[in-house]
C-alpha cells in the first residue's frame, strides 16, 4: 500500500502549482507565437533573445537578428496547430540556493501553408511540430525563447 508522507503531499502541490503556472505560461506564448508568425512578423523579435537558437527543418540559426531575419523573409503563412502540450523543466539547484523558476517546454503539432492561401492553386498544406524551451530573463522577469526547433513531418 502506497502512502503519501506530509512531506511528499507538500512536494506534489508545489508541483501540481508550477505545473498550472507552466501550462498557462506557455498557453499564452502558443497564442502570442502563431499569431505574430501568421499575422505581425515583426512582433517575433519580442519573443526572441540574443543567446536564442533555432533549428528550422535542420537548419540552425543563432541570435535574434538573425532569426529575425529569417523569419522575415519567410513566405506568409497560416498556421493550424491541433496539439499543444506545456511542461515544466525543474531547474537545478545546489544545496542552499533559492530554486530557480522553471523552464517551460512547449510542444505543438499541426498543419501549415506557406504562401497566399488565395493563390491559385492554393499552397499546400503541410504537418509539422514545434518544440520551444522557454526560459526567464534574470533582469527583466519575462520569459523568452531559449530553443526552437520547426520540423516538416513527412507521410512516410
Not at 74 to 83: D, N, R, V, W, Y
Not at 90 to 112: F, N
Request: net charge negative.
Amino acid at each position: 500500500d502506497l502512502k503519501l508522507t506530509l512531506t511528499d503531499r507538500a512536494g506534489c502541490e508545489q508541483m501540481a502549482d508550477t505545473i498550472s503556472i507552466t501550462s498557462e505560461g506557455g498557453e499564452q506564448f502558443f497564442k502570442h507565437f502563431y499569431n505574430y508568425m501568421d499575422t505581425s512578423r515583426q512582433n517575433l523579435k519580442h519573443l526572441y533573445h540574443e543567446e536564442s537558437k533555432v533549428v528550422w527543418n535542420g537548419h540552425c540559426l543563432a541570435g535574434r537578428a538573425n532569426v529575425e531575419k529569417f523569419m522575415t523573409e519567410l513566405p506568409t503563412s497560416t498556421h493550424k496547430p491541433f496539439s499543444l502540450d506545456c511542461q515544466p523543466i525543474a531547474p537545478q539547484t545546489l544545496p542552499g540556493q533559492e530554486p530557480a523558476d522553471p523552464m517551460i517546454l512547449v510542444s505543438v503539432m499541426g498543419t501549415v501553408q506557406f504562401g497566399s492561401i488565395e493563390a491559385t492553386p492554393p499552397p499546400a498544406q503541410r504537418a509539422f511540430c514545434q518544440s520551444f524551451v522557454l526560459g526567464k530573463d534574470a533582469a527583466t522577469g519575462s520569459y523568452f525563447i531559449v530553443t526552437d526547433n520547426y520540423r516538416f513531418l513527412t507521410d512516410n
